[in-house]
């Protein structure tokens, strides 16, 4: 038996990284899966997002689980489709019990423009807004609602990184705080809504070129073997970034009974990074 037997969980960004962890995670719990993901590049981001094979791969693993898996293509920021999306992926699977709202972009380093600003936010913060706002009518009650945030939504604004970097800061703080308003909304019915903000986690938005210059600002074109040395320095523990699992360990707690009194909540997953950045009392 597992904890989400004959529930119903919608994931956006499934295709790869963390998404499809928590896919395959909550597949092994039990749970059907209703995948989300654009499949396809945004003209501000500055690395490249998934391919519709990533995502056929993301249903084919929910389904080696056991679970069933109904993956759509679709573009978060698009507030009609994403709803149409998830009443589709509703009937096909029959009800709806757990919300991740997981896709996001990060666009740093050269080649940023004002677009990335504007798919940053549209991406990282209407979206979060289009895939919780769809699937509230489907919720039942005691239902349970996941924000992906970012330790950097802890750290306050970042305006120094450009405007992919300072639209991330920004849509990730905005998101911890709909997270808590809303779950005040939801409490009557005993619907959970949490934010999990994690660390650098390994998976393509870390590494990218991009990112590496947040990391090594001191070289032209870093490498990963230059990033890799300057990551520790964002965590208390020694390690350059967490595993896409430890982000998905927590979203199966949130997920299940076992957090059933846990709500409003903003959990770091981030081997300390808060605590080493921001001195008690700050
Ligand atoms: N990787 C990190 O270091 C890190 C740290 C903190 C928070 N996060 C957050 O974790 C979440 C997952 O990121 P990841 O690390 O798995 O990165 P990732 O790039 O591997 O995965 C992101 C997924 O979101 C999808 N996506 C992007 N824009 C979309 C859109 N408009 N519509 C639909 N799908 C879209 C991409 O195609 C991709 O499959 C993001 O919200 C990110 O901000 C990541």
Request: aromatic content about 4%; glycine content about 8%; charged content about 20%.
């Amino acid at each position: 038996m597992g904890k989400l037997d004959n529930r119903v969980a919608v994931i956006s960004g499934a295709a790869r990284g963390q998404g499809r962890s928590h896919a395959v995670n909550l597949a092994a719990e039990g749970a059907s899966i209703i995948a989300l993901d654009i499949c396809a590049d945004l003209d501000g981001n500055t690395y490249p997002l998934s391919r519709p094979e990533d995502l056929e791969e993301t249903a084919r693993l929910v389904e080696k689980e056991g679970a069933r898996a109904h993956p759509v293509i679709v573009d978060v920021r698009e507030r009609s489709a994403v709803w149409s999306a998830i009443a589709q992926g509703v009937q096909a699977l029959g009800r709806l019990d757990i919300v991740v709202a997981n896709a996001g972009i990060a666009a740093l380093g050269r080649g940023q423009t004002m677009q990335s600003w504007s798919d940053t936010i549209d991406t990282d913060l209407v979206g979060v807004f289009n895939v919780v706002q769809a699937s509230i009518p489907h919720l039942g009650d005691g239902s349970s609602i996941i924000a992906t945030g970012s330790l950097a939504a802890q750290l306050g604004s970042s305006t120094k990184q450009g405007p992919g970097g300072s639209a991330y800061s920004l849509a990730k703080q905005v998101v911890a705080h709909y997270v808590n308003d809303l779950s005040i909304q939801l409490a009557k019915r005993m619907i959970r809504v949490n934010a999990v903000h994690p660390t650098n986690v390994d998976t393509d938005m870390l590494h990218n070129e991009g990112m590496y210059k947040v990391f090594r600002p001191d070289k032209d074109a870093p490498t990963r073997e230059d990033a890799e040395v300057a990551f520790p320095a964002m965590q208390a523990m020694p390690v350059p970034y967490i595993q896409p699992q430890d982000v998905s360990d927590l979203v199966v707690f949130l997920a299940s009974d076992a957090s059933r009194f846990i709500t409003g909540s903003q959990l770091r997953v981030d081997a300390g990074g808060f605590v080493k950045a921001v001195p008690w009392g700050k």
